[in-house]
C-alpha cells in the first residue's frame, strides 16, 4: 500500500475543496470498497478526506419520497422502519449486500460509487480499459459469466455492482 494522509473534516465546503485543489485526494466513507483497492494497487490516493464527521447521515421522511444521507450507514437505511413500510426494496436489497458488520460500516453514498466487481480490474496484472483507457479489456474474451449481456460497451463489459442500485 502507498503511504497516504489523512484529514478528517467537519465542513462540507472543505471537503469539496479539498478534492477540487487535490487530484489526488479521495473521500473516504465506510472504508470497505476504497481501502481494498488502495491494498491491491488499483487505486491510489496520496490524501484520504474522511467525511463520516459530516452532517449526511439522516433519514428524512416527507410526503411521497424519502432522502437519505449520503453516510447513512447500509444497516441504519435497511431497519428504518419508513423504509421497510413505504420501500421495501430498497431495505431488502442492502441485506441482499455484503454482511452484517460490513453494512453496519458500508454507507449508501460509497455503495452507489463503489468500482466495479470486474476480476481483471481489480488485479492490475491485466489489461483493463477501465484502469488504463485504451489499454483493451480482459473479460470480453475471458472470464465474464457475471457481466453484461445486453447494451455493453465494446469497450467495457461490467456492470454496476451495487445491489441497490
Ligand atoms: C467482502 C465484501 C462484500 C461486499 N458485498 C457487497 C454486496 O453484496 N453488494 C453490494 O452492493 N456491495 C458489496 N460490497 C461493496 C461495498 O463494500 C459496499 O457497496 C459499501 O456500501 C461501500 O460503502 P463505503 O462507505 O464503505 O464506501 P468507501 O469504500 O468509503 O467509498 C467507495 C467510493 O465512493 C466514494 N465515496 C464514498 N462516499 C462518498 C460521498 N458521500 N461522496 C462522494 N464520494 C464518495 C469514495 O471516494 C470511494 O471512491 C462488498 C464489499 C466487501 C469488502
Ligand atoms: S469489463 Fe473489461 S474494461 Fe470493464 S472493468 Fe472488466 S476488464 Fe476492465
Not at 12 to 35: R, S
Not at 69 to 88: L, N, T, W
Not at 100 to 119: D, E, F, M, S
Not at 130 to 141: D, E, F, L, M
Request: with cysteine.
Amino acid at each position: 500500500m502507498q503511504p497516504f494522509s489523512y484529514a478528517k473534516v467537519t465542513s462540507e465546503q472543505v471537503a469539496i475543496a479539498t478534492v477540487e485543489q487535490d487530484k489526488t485526494a479521495a473521500f473516504i466513507a465506510g472504508g470497505t470498497d476504497l481501502l481494498g483497492l488502495m491494498k491491491d494497487g488499483v487505486q491510489t490516493a496520496n490524501i484520504l478526506i474522511d467525511i463520516n464527521s459530516l452532517p449526511l447521515a439522516d433519514i428524512e421522511s416527507q410526503p411521497q419520497r424519502i432522502r437519505i444521507g449520503a453516510i447513512s450507514r447500509m444497516s441504519d437505511v435497511a431497519f428504518h422502519p419508513k423504509i421497510q413500510e413505504c420501500y421495501p426494496v430498497i431495505s431488502q436489497a442492502l441485506l441482499q449486500s455484503a454482511s452484517p458488520q460490513l453494512r453496519n460500516i458500508a454507507t449508501v453514498g460509497g455503495n452507489l460509487l463503489q468500482r466495479v466487481r470486474c476480476a481483471y480490474f481489480r488485479d492490475p496484472v491485466f489489461p483493463c480499459n477501465k484502469r488504463i483507457p485504451g489499454i483493451g479489456c480482459s473479460a470480453i474474451t475471458g472470464y465474464n459469466r457475471m457481466h453484461a449481456i445486453f447494451a455493453a460497451s465494446e469497450h467495457c463489459i461490467a456492470v454496476h455492482p451495487s445491489d441497490l442500485a
